[in-house]
Structure formats: C-alpha cells, structure tokens
C-alpha cells in the first residue's frame, strides 16, 4: 500500500492560514488523496479529498501537485478548534484499506 | 441522523479473557472497518466488511475477528486478551466498499484497557 509522510507536527498563530504538507511519491493513478483530523478524544473526521484537481469546502482546501506525488492541505484563518492531528491518507478504488502514518499535530497560538 | 455508533465507551479486561465491541454504521452506509489505535499513534486497519464478509484485512493475528449483520452493523471479538491490545478500538463507515472517493465517517471509540 502506498504510504504518505507529513511533518511530526506544525505551530500556527489564530486567524493566519496554515499550510500543511504531505508527501505521496509511490501514489498510483487510481489513489484518491484524503484528509482527515483527529481532535483530542474524539474518532478522525473527514476534511476533504481529491483526486487531481484542487478542491474548496467549507473546512479547508487541497492544493495537489501536477504530478500527485505531493499536496498541501490549506485552512485559511486557523482558529483554536483547528487544534488537532491532521492525518493525509491514499484510498484506492480497487479495494479500500486506508492507511494512517502518525499525521501531523497542528498547534493553534492564540 | 445519529452517525456511527459504537458501544461501550469504556472497556476493562483481564488478560486472557475475550470481548466484544459493537458499532452501528451510519444510515445508509453498507461497509464497516474497524481500527486499532494506540496512545499517540495514527490508526492501524484491522478489517474491513461488505456484505456480511471480511473484504480486507490488516496485519492483525486471528484473535482478531468479527461479523457484520444484515442490517450493516457489525462486532468486533478479540480472544485472549494481551495487555498490548489496550487501545481505542474505532469503527468507521462509508457506502460502497470499492468506491474510493467517499466520505468516511468513524465512531468515537471504544477504549479497551486489559490489566
């Protein structure tokens, strides 16, 4: 299974945007790139996916490289909810078997 | 819409001994996976049911088993119980085991500590 890498963890001051990369080198044609967030004791929590093009939600947005071997996940005005452990994940159409790597800890300062 | 529930919240065990988790997906969704994670770690799959049968499996022994139900709830068993099972234990759904550009939608944990 592909495997993604992101950065231990990432510091940020309230109502800036936030920047939070994952790499993806050996991503398949096929793999969908998935963000999810994990606020403390609470089960992860969809934030957005893509495939090759960037992608806006309410939550955020996905900045995904030409070649898909690297994306960036964008919330704009970071806020002290956004404080969590934000995971990046490939999902594939050919069999689903989402693996999480550690995710990167997102420190929100007020 | 209550989302995915998972029951109970809070688990202890004896080594040794056998348990049982339970999750109801959310309305609608017809696949289940169930995952394992430990104390500052990500998730680790365990399994995955469609259909009232295992689809996928991660690198999990055999103590590890479940069952999904006609209605797409599912359980979770984990046989002699090892004090590093200890872990939050998380159901996630999602409709359509094959379809990858899905939303997720996971349960609040059950929290197993095995003393």
């Known amino acids: 299974d592909a495997k993604t890498t992101q950065p231990n963890s990432m510091e940020s001051n309230e109502e800036e945007p936030v920047h939070l990369p994952c790499n993806h080198s050996?991503?398949?044609?096929?793999?969908?790139i998935h963000w999810y967030r994990q606020l403390p004791s609470q089960g992860p929590e969809y934030v957005i996916h893509?495939?090759?093009s960037n992608v806006n939600n309410r939550m955020a947005s996905l900045a995904i490289a030409e070649d898909r071997k690297s994306s960036t996940l964008i919330l704009h005005r970071a806020t002290l909810r956004d404080a969590a452990v934000y995971y990046c994940?490939?999902?594939?159409?050919?069999?689903?078997?989402?693996?999480f790597g550690a995710g990167t800890r997102l420190f929100v300062k007020a | 819409d209550a989302g995915v529930t998972q029951s109970p919240t809070h688990l202890i065990k004896t080594r040794g001994q056998q348990v049982t988790l339970r999750c109801s997906p959310k309305?609608?969704?017809?696949?289940v996976s169930w995952y394992q994670q430990a104390l500052g770690q990500g998730p680790q799959f365990i399994f995955q049911?469609?259909?009232?049968?295992?689809?996928q499996r991660g690198n999990f022994p055999d103590r590890f088993s479940g069952h999904q139900f006609p209605n797409y709830s599912s359980e979770l068993n984990v046989n002699a119980l090892l004090l590093g099972d200890s872990a939050l234990y998380l159901c996630?759904?999602?409709?359509?085991?094959?379809?990858?550009?899905?939303?997720?939608?996971f349960g609040q944990g059950t929290r197993l500590t095995v003393v």
């Open positions: 050996t991503i398949s044609g096929t793999d969908y």
């Open positions: 996630a759904s999602s409709p359509g085991w094959a379809r990858a550009n899905t939303e997720a939608f």
């Open positions: 994940i490939l999902r594939n159409t050919g069999g689903f078997k989402t693996i």
């Open positions: 309305s609608g969704h017809d696949t």
């Open positions: 049911y469609y259909e009232e049968e295992e689809r």
């Open positions: 893509g495939l090759t």
